[in-house]
């Protein structure tokens, strides 16, 4: 089995640690450090070859790109992709943290979006990077992602805030997917339910649990 992560913005591999000692040393997984060009395309081209074929789980900015390969036709066997961005039917759910990232920076993008559980030393990223980031993720516009839809499953956080449970409702309506609340966690997942995103991968991939105390997935 293979397993791809893919970080977002203002994150890089470091943000997978706990996920990958969780998942354990069973599992082959790849946590790569994407370009962060601020194009899709080239975001695509390096993600998609290691993804066809495997279990890919994306946070934030990693789920965004997971939706965008999944309507470009990359065989996932499966995916986890947590609150990614819903283009025009959240239009303003990036609103908050482009004002943060404005008024201080890679900062105050990191902690407005992630909350407390992100810190700065979790990222290399330049303001420029960010910037670039964030303009490529404002301009997604979600697109079918034909069979694949029974492949994919949406996330978000219990502690989210009300426009991330819109955005992904809607999304997962527009779009065929089905979507699932994680307990005691917010857009962070990686960060604050690296456990509960290791059980899910492993029970969708038929992994003997037993040497795994992982809570069960909702």
Do not use: K, N
């Not at 609340?181 to 456990?195: D, I, K, M």
């Not at 029970?203 to 003997?208: K, T, Y």
Request: hydrophobic fraction near 45%; aromatic fraction near 6%.
């Amino acid at each position: 089995m293979r397993v791809v992560l893919i970080h977002g913005v203002a994150t890089d591999s470091r943000v997978w640690a706990a996920t990958i000692a969780a998942l354990g040393p069973a599992v082959e997984v790849h946590a790569p450090d994407r370009p962060q060009s601020g194009d899709m395309d080239t975001e695509v081209a390096a993600l998609a070859p290691l993804c066809e074929g495997a279990f890919v789980v994306g946070v934030s900015g990693g789920a965004t790109l997971g939706l965008e390969m999944a309507a470009r036709g990359v065989g996932f066997a499966a995916a986890l992709l947590h609150e990614p961005a819903a283009g025009s039917l959240a239009p303003g759910l990036l609103d908050d943290v482009a004002r943060a990232f404005e008024r201080a920076g890679v900062a105050g993008f990191g902690r407005t979006l992630y909350g407390p559980a992100w810190s700065p030393e979790l990222t290399v990223a330049a303001r420029d990077t960010v910037a670039g980031e964030l303009a490529m993720f404002r301009a997604f516009e979600p697109r079918p992602v034909g069979a694949l839809a029974d492949r994919i499953t949406l996330t978000l956080g219990q502690h989210s805030p009300p426009a991330r449970h819109s955005s992904v409702r809607d999304l997962g309506a527009a779009l065929g997917l089905t979507y699932r609340v994680l307990p005691g966690t917010g857009h962070a997942a990686h960060l604050e339910a690296p456990a509960q995103l290791a059980h899910w991968v492993r029970c969708r991939s038929g992994a003997d649990l037993g040497s795994y105390p992982i809570p069960p997935f909702p």
